[in-house]
């Protein structure tokens, strides 16, 4: 599961978990992304603040993990370099899918190498509040659209809580909110 994870909320680990029991996953890896292109000009944490709060979030589940390729990848963030350097580290055999948010899978089109991706891992596609989610039609499209428990969460909105003093608790888990508070993150955004 890639995102930008800035910062990593309830949303993404309920996602995560509940993709994990439908497809009888083994390990759900999440992917902190490097330079997110799609969201730049805006103020992304840095990448190791972002990688820190991935790894505290998923610590306690032992099925989750987390993957240092694209931050330690030098330049913008491509799925498709993703999924392919994780196939040279999981080998031929290995069964690889990407879980995406509704949201996200709506912008696939207009991903780098869109017409590829779809052949190097199953996509999963999952419902998510105020978003329509859909096939997006790829070729040679390998894509499920699950149902996941509605969380109404952001990053953006747990930002701008932080920033206006509102509380994060519960929306985050509560070592996020710890670390946010430690590190100081998006008070002066
Ligand atoms: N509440 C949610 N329910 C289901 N999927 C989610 C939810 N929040 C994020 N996702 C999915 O998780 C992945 C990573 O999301 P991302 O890190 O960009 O979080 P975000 O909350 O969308 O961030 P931002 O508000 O900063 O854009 C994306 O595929 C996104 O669609
Ligand atoms: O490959 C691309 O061109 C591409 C464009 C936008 C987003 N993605 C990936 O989609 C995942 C979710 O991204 P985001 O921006 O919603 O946090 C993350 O792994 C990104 O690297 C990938």
């Given at each position: 599961m890639g995102g930008t994870f800035d910062p990593i909320h309830h949303g993404h680990l309920v996602a995560a978990s509940e993709v994990a029991h439908l497809f009888a996953l083994d390990e759900v890896i999440f992917v902190p992304t490097g330079q997110p292109w799609m969201k730049e000009g805006r103020k992304t944490s840095p990448a190791e603040d972002r990688y820190l709060m991935t790894v505290i979030a998923t610590a306690s589940n032992p099925r989750f993990s987390v993957s240092r390729v694209d931050i330690d990848r030098p330049g913008k963030t491509y799925t498709i370099d993703t999924l392919r350097e994780m196939r040279e580290i999981h080998g031929p055999d290995a069964e690889l899918f990407f879980i995406t948010g509704a949201d996200a899978l709506g912008e696939?089109?207009?991903?780098?190498d869109a017409d590829e991706l779809f052949n190097l891992a199953h996509f999963i596609g999952c419902t998510r509040p105020g978003h329509n989610l859909a096939?997006?039609?790829?070729?040679?499209g390998g894509v499920s659209l699950v149902e996941v428990p509605a969380l109404a969460i952001s990053s953006t909105e747990c930002r701008e809580r932080v920033r206006a003093g509102e509380p994060v608790w519960y929306l985050v888990p509560d070592g996020i909110v710890q670390y946010i508070n430690k590190r100081g993150l998006y008070r002066g955004d």
């Open positions: 696939i089109l207009s991903w780098r096939d997006p039609g790829l070729p040679g």
